[in-house]
């Protein structure tokens, strides 16, 4: 983090998640709330291999260091929650805006599986899903959302309805 009282190189504090758990690497997008600073997980290379991952973590902000970590893997919960891409939070839930989980043929998944973790459990009993496709076929394959009092709001970029990427136009709104 930067302080923004002292925007320069002596400004600056870090850590390195990876070092309280391996797989808190390759985090695409954050947000914050008054208590802790949240990483959304998509994906991380162990070895040569792309592996999508659902290892969400906060950092306390008064602790912001390996001790303030806590983490869960949404995975555990359901296996499609995975290749986030963005998020946003709300008073009581912090949301994982779903982009692409992967498979084995090589092709990937556009994914339209979005999650939200109650920030007073942050933990797999926490967390909540569906799939936006199920809706749809075509809603899957966001970059990024916000949120209103009343609802979420899923921003689209890019899908494969067939055997093609498509960048769409296809937004979601979420009561």
Do not use: C, M, W
């Not at 959304?40 to 973590?57: F, L, M």
């Not at 296996?79 to 692409?100: C, R």
């Amino acid at each position: 983090r930067v302080s923004l009282s002292d925007f320069s190189s002596s400004g600056v504090q870090f850590f390195n998640l990876a070092e309280t758990d391996p797989n808190l690497k390759g985090f695409n997008g954050g947000f914050v709330t008054d208590a802790h600073a949240y990483y959304v997980p998509i994906i991380h290379r162990p070895g040569s291999s792309e592996t999508y991952h659902g290892y969400a973590a906060r950092v306390s902000l008064s602790d912001f260091r390996n001790s303030g970590v806590e983490y869960l893997n949404l995975a555990e919960t359901d296996s499609n929650l995975v290749g986030f891409a963005g998020g946003f939070v709300t008073d009581t839930h912090a949301y994982y805006v779903p982009y692409y989980n992967g498979n084995s043929n090589g092709y990937g998944a556009f994914s339209g599986y979005a999650a939200r973790v109650s920030l007073s459990d942050f933990s797999s009993s926490g967390v909540q899903f569906f799939n936006l496709a199920e809706t749809d076929p075509n809603l899957k394959g966001f970059n990024g959302g916000f949120v209103t009092d009343a609802h979420a709001y899923y921003v689209p970029i890019i899908h494969r309805p067939g055997s093609s990427e498509t960048y769409h136009g296809y937004a979601a709104r979420v009561s």
